[in-house]
Each structure stands twice: as structure tokens, then as C-alpha cells.
């Protein structure tokens, strides 16, 4: 099993930046791609990206690309989420999840989700 507990989220005004964490418990060796997902309201969940932990190679949603940034602290055991340039439209419950190799869209392919975090961009 792996635990996954988000933080960092909150209410910013259009054009900020927020930083959004993920930290990884359990049998985190068993999952070496971590991925970023969220669900605007009365919306269904989306992809935002992913990151391969071994190699921190990045992938990312088109809608987020050259926004928003995944990183790693494989000693931390924490992956982040850097959004900058932010949106109303990026206002959403934002989750971070593990798979053991996807790093793809599909939300079905991850194994284990966190709790959510809630970012509110404000016009």
C-alpha cells in the first residue's frame, strides 16, 4: 500500500503561483510514476501530468503546459506541483496519485490517490 497525502492548496488571485505537495508513505519503491489530476467543479477528473521518479521525466496536460511544473524530492519521497500563470479555469480539487509505471491520462491506470486539495483561482 502506498499513502498519499496532498497539501499546499488554497485561494489565489489570477496570476499567482502556488506550490502543491505530495508525500509519499508505505511501499513507495513498488510505484515510479506520480501524477497530478483534478476535478473543477460539476466537472469530471483530468489530467494535469505526471512525472517518472527514477528519471523525472515530465509529461503534462496540454491546458497546463509552460504553467505548471512537476518536480521530485526522491528523498523527501515528495512529488510537487509548481503552478504559476494561474486561471479561474484552474480552480479544481487537485490529486496527486501513483501508478507503478503509467504516467499517462487515463485515471484508471493509477493505484492509489490522495485526499484531494482544494485550489481556488479568483478573477
Known amino acids: 500500500q502506498v499513502q498519499l497525502v496532498e497539501s499546499g492548496g488554497g485561494l489565489v488571485q489570477a496570476g499567482g503561483s502556488l506550490r502543491l505537495s505530495c508525500a509519499a508513505s508505505g511501499r513507495t519503491f513498488s510505484s515510479d510514476a506520480m501524477g497530478w489530476f483534478r476535478q473543477p467543479p460539476g466537472k469530471e477528473r483530468e489530467f494535469v501530468g505526471a512525472?517518472?521518479?527514477?528519471?523525472?521525466?515530465?509529461t503534462y496536460a496540454d491546458s497546463v503546459k509552460g504553467r505548471f511544473t512537476i518536480s521530485r524530492d526522491n528523498a523527501k519521497n515528495t512529488v510537487y506541483l509548481q503552478m504559476n500563470s494561474l486561471k479561474p479555469e484552474d480552480t479544481a480539487v487537485y490529486y496527486c496519485?501513483?501508478?507503478?509505471?503509467?504516467?499517462?491520462?487515463?485515471?484508471?491506470?493509477?493505484?492509489?490517490w490522495g485526499q484531494g486539495t482544494q485550489v481556488t483561482v479568483s478573477s
Open positions: 512525472i517518472r521518479v527514477s528519471s523525472g521525466t515530465t
Open positions: 496519485a501513483a501508478s507503478t509505471y503509467y504516467t499517462g491520462r487515463f485515471s484508471s491506470r493509477y493505484d492509489y
